[in-house]
């Protein structure tokens, strides 16, 4: 459990019988030996981070660990979604093997979805499976990426396209940490906080809408409210669909046009939050050209992501392009873009929409 002293103390539970795992969620956890109390036994522990996290809270998370690892190895990768590749993931394994860091070893992703997903890629291929632990360190990270299992590396042709599901066997979010990220990275995050309202709750838009410059002001008790709420939700849909059968797909709502702007301005160019939040306003506008969502629905999330400090307006990268790099994500089916839209206030449905209306939401939005 996180510190008793601690102000803020939350678990949410994953569940997913013999993987199920907890989310612990407070301050000052890292440098805790209490959170890392119970992992699977093992001698050698390795932190994977990267350069910009490592010199930040390398040296509270190796305390908190020394107690449970006669090792404590550390691997620090280029920061960067740039460098979400096999060039880096190699960097991983080079060290495991190269300290004959055996099945039982366990990884600590410390840092962002770009950590988390390397490491999580990199634990589910060494030696066919070694434990791994997320420790995020972006708000992002908190909220969406280090929950779930999903794992992966880009490939130029699209992002995230080689991985695998593979679950963590805890995740420790240390609230202490947003303390540090840019403001930039702040508005990314809470733009996978913002997705988690419209479509599964409502309650949550609201309280958002509300709470939006305390969270902008990094407020310990907002922040760890929104990251409760939407691992709770998250959790939910998870437990229900871990490998993306059908309704996992909607918490994917904004990433189809948003990665399509990532792809086609070259990795790094928009952080990943920002496009989910310009993806989400054009995902809003396809909804309503569709007619599943009023157009007062549509102006009051996208005042919110504007608010939240993100883009509303994609790039010019010209339709066409957008069409081609949409068709290569992983929800496409026979060369079909499938989006997830709205059906409704507070609920998401995946479907495929004529091209001529996805042009007629790009005129509007981008460029
Ligand atoms: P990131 O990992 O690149 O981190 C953002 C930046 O903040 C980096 O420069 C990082 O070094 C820095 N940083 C991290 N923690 C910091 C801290 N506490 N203080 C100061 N700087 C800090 O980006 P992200 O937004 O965390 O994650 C985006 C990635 O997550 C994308 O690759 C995306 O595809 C992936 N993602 C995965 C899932 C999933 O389910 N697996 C879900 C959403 C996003
Ligand atoms: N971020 C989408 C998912 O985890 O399914």
Redesign the pocket.
């Known amino acids: 459990m996180p510190p008793k002293d601690s102000p803020i103390s939350e678990q949410v539970r994953i569940a997913l019988g013999e993987r199920s795992y907890d989310i612990r969620i407070g301050a000052g956890l890292l440098g805790d030996p209490a959170s890392w109390q119970g992992l699977p036994a093992a001698a050698t522990a390795l932190i994977v981070t990267?350069e910009?996290?490592g010199p930040?809270y390398g040296a509270a998370l190796k305390q908190g660990l020394r107690p449970h690892y006669r090792t404590v190895l550390e691997v620090v990768l280029p920061?960067?979604?740039a460098h979400?590749d096999w060039g880096t993931l190699n960097l991983i394994f080079d060290v495991l093997l190269a300290n004959g860091c055996d099945r039982k070893t366990v990884l600590f992703a410390l840092?962002?979805?770009?950590?988390g997903?390397m490491t999580g890629f990199a634990a589910a291929s060494y030696m066919r499976g070694v434990p791994f632990v997320q420790v995020p360190?972006?708000l992002?990270?908190q909220v969406?990426?280090s929950v779930?299992g999903?794992?992966a590396i880009n490939h130029p042709l699209g992002?995230?396209m080689i991985g695998a599901f593979y679950q963590p066997v805890r995740v420790v979010c240390d609230l202490a940490?947003?303390s540090?990220?840019?403001a930039r990275?702040l508005s990314?995050?809470l733009a996978?906080v913002i997705k988690y309202g419209p479509i599964a709750d409502l309650a949550f838009l609201d309280w958002i809408e509300a709470n939006l410059d305390a969270l902008l002001q990094r407020e310990p008790v907002a922040l760890a409210h929104a990251v409760r709420r939407s691992c709770e939700i998250k959790a939910h849909v998870v437990s229900q669909d871990e490998r993306e059968a059908g309704l996992r797909a909607i918490l994917n709502f904004g990433h189809t046009f948003g990665h399509a702007i990532e792809a086609g301005l070259g990795y790094g160019e928009w952080?990943?939050?920002e496009g989910v939040g310009c993806g989400m306003v054009m995902a809003l506008q396809l909804s309503q050209r569709l007619g599943l969502v009023d157009a007062g629905f549509v102006q009051r999330v996208t005042r919110l992501i504007e608010r939240a400090g993100l883009p509303v307006r994609g790039p010019d990268l010209g339709a066409e392009r957008y069409l081609e790099l949409m068709r290569v994500d992983k929800k496409s089916e026979g060369g079909e873009i499938r989006f997830v839209l709205l059906d409704g206030p507070g609920r998401a449905t995946l479907r495929a929409a004529p091209d001529a209306v996805v042009r007629q939401v790009l005129a509007e939005c981008a460029g």
């Open positions: 990267n910009t996290v930040l920061d960067g979604e979400k840092g962002g979805g770009v950590v997903d360190t972006t992002l990270a969406d990426s779930g999903k794992t992002k995230n940490t947003v540090t990220l840019p990275e990314a995050g996978e952080l990943h939050g």
